[in-house]
């Protein structure tokens, strides 16, 4: 290696040094690090003075008691693969739970005042219509088939997110959340048309995706962070339904909006998950959240999310997983 | 990777144990390369600097978790500190004092590359490697003479590893240059601006 690229031989220790020399004149028989490698090793003698000393200090050491002295991390150099992996998963953990705990503290804050406000477990979107019509499409099909699941949601213990333990009727809302989700999906591609308006119509000024809630809601339900997870899972649950009808369709106009805007923000952006209506929703629940930008579009980062540790992802997407992995524990 | 790891894997797990055998087996081992490091570092004191090394690692053993290869670096670590240690209370940085005579009477300034390669001592090449700047030489010495590959070099060097990727480079190359005899004339080769 080093210079001796013509020494082809050298080939094994190349790969080991990672080391491509840009060029130059070779040096000719030998390369350098060999070389020098060879002539310092071969200039060692047999230390024994140094040997002797050394053992002695082993014995002294070894009879002065073996205390179980703690390995320190500077202690620890086994193989590297498994040291990385622990310290990826301890952060991601810690960076887990600290969201989760801040969004817990914040919805809960609110939570009890959003129910007051909007009658049953209102989902957030702001939009005063649709929650009307969402409540009402909600409160027709109890499904007690499926309540099952999102009832687990509403039981996930560690979830922070203390509202969905308040919330009344997950079944519904999830259904609901999955109409909303299924419109956005189908016309996402329709983005480019968002200058027109969606449905030429808003509730309200704002548009927004699902909100945090909702969504980590469905994913909790669905048993998948990724899209197909959610698709298929809705697709379960509203077929039996029957038509979405117009009701979610409002509310997913904003949605679809809220879902161009996506990459703007992620309402969850700050890990904490928590479903905060941060700006424009004129409801009650309007959050303690610190942030204030628009509720997450699932779909742009729902993929990402799929690894727990998920450093490269948006804030959004990282504040999701927050919201799902960590309390479902499952994925 | 160097050869004889797994022999020191398993001499580093005896003396563990408490096998003193076992620990010279180790020492006999890893010092070489220690050595050959620490000259580099604090030149003539590196057999004082080197025992004071030992010591420590005779006396942390137990806290060591590792393979082969990790003995290495971990000894590389304490021997590091040690020399560090020296050199600050000598405040001075004596690399290579009484080696530098013999740089005049490089083979390679007189004769054909080959030989010159070939009749490279120790201490010349040591003297070399003492021209180098320090970060160069420390990331050559590690890589080279103690056999520590990328990872574990920048781990002993507190470095990120594409830092010490390119001192190793850097150094190889100069080292070249230097055997060739080109210290200061520039043959189209030369590394423009060395790091550290």
Redesign the interface.
């Known amino acids: 290696m080093g210079e001796g690229r013509d020494s082809g031989g050298r080939g094994d220790r190349r790969r080991a040094m990672n080391d491509a020399t840009a060029g130059g004149p070779t040096v000719a028989s030998a390369s350098v690090d060999t070389l020098l490698a060879a002539a310092v090793r071969g200039g060692a003698e047999a230390d024994s003075a140094g040997e002797i000393r050394a053992v002695a200090a082993f014995r002294s050491a070894r009879e002065n008691g073996a205390r179980t002295a703690r390995t320190r991390r500077r202690d620890d150099w086994r193989p590297n693969a498994r040291r990385r992996v622990q310290l990826s998963v301890r952060t991601t953990l810690a960076a887990l739970l600290a969201g989760l705990t801040l969004g817990g503290v914040a919805f809960a804050a609110v939570g009890p005042a959003a129910r007051d406000g909007n009658g049953a477990g209102a989902h957030d979107s702001g939009h005063g219509g649709r929650d009307g019509r969402t409540r009402t499409t909600d409160g027709a099909p109890a499904r007690p088939g499926s309540s099952g699941i999102p009832d687990a949601s509403d039981v996930s213990g560690v979830n922070p997110s203390a509202g969905d333990d308040g919330r009344p009727t997950g079944a519904q809302d999830t259904e609901a959340h999955c109409r909303a989700y299924e419109k956005y999906v189908k016309y996402e591609k329709y983005e480019k048309y968002e200058k027109y308006g969606r449905y030429g119509k808003k509730a309200d000024g704002g548009g927004k995706a699902m909100d945090a809630a909702a969504w980590r809601r469905l994913t909790e339900a669905a048993g998948g962070t990724a899209d197909e997870d959610v698709q298929a899972y809705c697709a379960q649950r509203l077929d039996g339904t029957g038509g979405t009808g117009g009701t979610g369709g409002t509310g997913v106009g904003d949605q679809n909006k809220a879902a161009s805007d996506g990459p703007k923000g992620s309402g969850g952006a700050d890990g904490s998950g928590g479903p905060g209506d941060p700006d424009t929703s004129g409801k009650p629940t309007a959050s303690n959240e610190p942030r204030s930008s628009n509720q997450p579009s699932p779909p742009t980062s729902a993929a990402p999310q799929a690894t727990p540790s998920s450093p490269s992802n948006a804030s959004g997407g990282r504040s999701r997983s927050a919201g799902t992995d960590g309390p479902a524990g499952k994925n | 990777?160097q050869a004889y790891d797994g022999e020191l894997g398993a001499a580093v797990a005896r003396?563990q144990d408490?096998d003193?055998a076992a620990?010279?087996v180790a020492?006999?081992l890893v010092?070489?390369?220690l050595?050959?490091y620490l000259?580099g570092i604090v030149g003539d004191d590196a057999?004082d600097v080197?025992?004071d090394a030992?010591?420590e690692?005779?006396?942390?053993?137990?806290?060591?978790?590792?393979?082969g290869?990790?003995?290495r670096?971990?000894s590389a670590?304490i021997a590091r500190h040690r020399a560090l240690d020296h050199l600050r209370r000598q405040k001075v940085r004596p690399r290579a004092t009484a080696l530098e005579n013999d740089l005049l009477e490089l083979p390679g300034t007189h004769s054909t590359?080959?030989q010159a390669?070939?009749s490279?001592?120790?201490?010349?090449?040591?003297a070399l490697?003492a021209r180098l700047p320090r970060d160069q030489a420390e990331a050559?010495l590690l890589?080279?003479?103690v056999?520590l590959?990328?990872?574990?070099a920048a781990r002993v060097l507190g470095k990120r590893p594409g830092a010490v990727?390119t001192a190793?480079?850097r150094g190889?190359?100069r080292?070249?240059q230097l055997?060739?005899g080109e210290g200061v004339t520039d043959?189209?080769?030369r590394t423009l601006g060395e790091s550290g």
Request: proline share 3%; net charge neutral; charged share 25%.
């Open positions: 990777m003396a408490g003193e620990f010279a020492y006999r010092q070489p390369g050595l050959g000259r057999e080197a025992s030992w010591l690692i005779a006396r942390d053993l137990g806290r060591f978790k590792g393979d290869a990790g003995f670096g971990w670590t590359q080959d390669l070939e490279l001592s120790t201490e010349q090449a040591l490697v050559v890589r080279v003479i056999g590959d990328g990872p574990a990727r190793t480079h190889l190359k080292l070249a055997l060739r043959d189209g080769s």
